[in-house]
């Protein structure tokens, strides 16, 4: 297996944006812009996975999440981490978490992390325990605020649950 991961650079965004819309998922083209832009002045860093040339997934690395408490405690977040249905199972999403968290470990020994509540976050859900995240103990949250007992709320891609890791050398 002949598998690569780099920063995105300004050719990634039109093909990563092709390659999801195939597989029937809406990620726009100006999004991966944003990244490359925002990792052109150090907010972000976008790493991208090619696997015999071809692109399979990518992550980011956010150094001030937009998540208040790991913002507050200045714990980097991964986040939009994401591989083609036709790459997963292969290694190539706990390659690039190695990565992302090679980089956090620069600068933190704590790494951040939110995961989608319903069936289709399952298999992260699965992925980022093995990897020895764990619930920060704050609760749901939706985006805005915390989940709390009684609220009636929509389950979408809003509502998650955020843990983190501690990192080792």
């Known amino acids: 297996m002949n598998l ?5 650079t300004e050719k990634d965004p039109i093909v990563i944006s092709n390659a999801f819309e195939e597989q029937g998922w809406h990620k726009p083209v100006e999004l991966y812009h944003k990244y490359v832009k925002e ?5 972000r860093i976008s ?7 071809e ?10 999440s937009y998540y208040d408490y790991f913002r507050e ?4 977040e991964v986040c939009d981490f994401n591989v083609l249905k036709k790459y997963q199972r292969r290694g190539i999403g706990s390659k690039l978490m190695d990565k992302a968290e090679e980089i956090i470990r620069e600068k933190s020994r704590v790494a951040g992390i939110g995961v989608g509540l319903f069936s289709d976050y399952g ?3 699965i992925l980022y325990i093995k990897r020895g995240y764990i619930p920060d103990g704050k609760g749901i949250h939706n ?10 709320i929509i389950v979408d ?13």
């Open 157 to 169: 891609d809003d509502i998650v649950l955020y843990l983190k890791k501690q990192l080792m050398n």
């Open 73 to 76: 405690c200045n714990i980097p």
């Open 39 to 43: 990792q052109g002045s150090g907010e």
């Open 143 to 152: 985006g805005e605020r915390y989940v709390k007992h009684g609220d009636s």
């Open 123 to 125: 298999n992260a859900q």
């Open 55 to 64: 692109f399979a997934g990518y992550v980011n690395v956010i150094w001030s």
């Open 4 to 8: 690569l991961i780099r920063k995105m």
């Open 47 to 53: 790493l991208v996975a090619e696997l015999e040339g």
